[in-house]
């Protein structure tokens, strides 16, 4: 009985590997240099969909930045949206960090007194805690951690200017492949 529960695991999974090597080659042809497409931070919801990070080379054989992708699993297959640059709402919704960028959405226009924080979206994005600070580490990009709820935040900044802000989130999308958002330094969330 254990065997066929094995079998059936093991099963299982493969299915699933299979449907994310089919999405990724659904994705990887949206892209402009399909065979040079490197997924990153690659996660599975209870509903079957599918989150991450894609990126692809340029014709000049240069790395571009990563971007987000979610398939969402239907009857008749899987639903695909890439995000062009930086976020989208509806990827978020999905993939997590919706309630943290509406917030920062709403305080957009509002002064910065004490800077810009990039914050690391929580969930299944971010991973280990440990994790994500050490692969901050060693791409030379300083972070703190701070506590809100109980619940540990991994914070770039602050920064003095909103494009500074702004460039520093580009540089940690395009070299790691993490999600963050842009909210002002001290701002209630």
């Known amino acids: ?19 994310i090597e089919g999405v990724h080659k659904q994705i990887a042809e949206q892209l ?15 509903q079957g969909d599918i989150c991450g990070q894609v990126r692809t080379k340029d014709d000049t054989g240069t790395f571009l930045p990563y971007r987000s992708y ?40 509002q002064p910065a ?6 914050e690391i979206v929580q969930g299944p994005n971010m991973g280990a805690l440990s994790d994500m600070t050490a692969r901050l580490i060693e791409k030379q990009i300083p972070s703190s951690v701070a506590y809100r709820d109980g619940k540990p935040v991994v914070l ?9 802000a702004e460039s ?11 999600d963050s958002v842009i909210i002002q330094h001290g701002a209630t969330r």
């Open 1 to 19: 009985m254990r065997k066929v529960a094995m079998v059936m695991a093991v099963l299982a999974l493969a299915g699933c590997e299979n449907e």
């Open 32 to 46: 402009p240099n399909p065979k040079t497409a490197k997924f990153a931070n690659v996660r599975t919801d209870t």
């Open 70 to 109: 979610v398939a969402i699993k239907g009857t008749d297959g899987y639903e695909i949206l890439l995000a062009d640059k930086g976020s989208n709402l509806r990827i978020r919704e999905i993939c997590g960090g919706a309630d943290l960028q509406r917030r920062a959405d709403a305080l957009a226009d």
């Open 113 to 118: 007194p004490e800077g810009w924080d990039v």
């Open 156 to 164: 770039l900044g602050p920064f003095a200017t909103k494009a500074e």
């Open 168 to 178: 520093r989130q580009d540089d940690v999308m395009a070299r790691l492949g993490t």
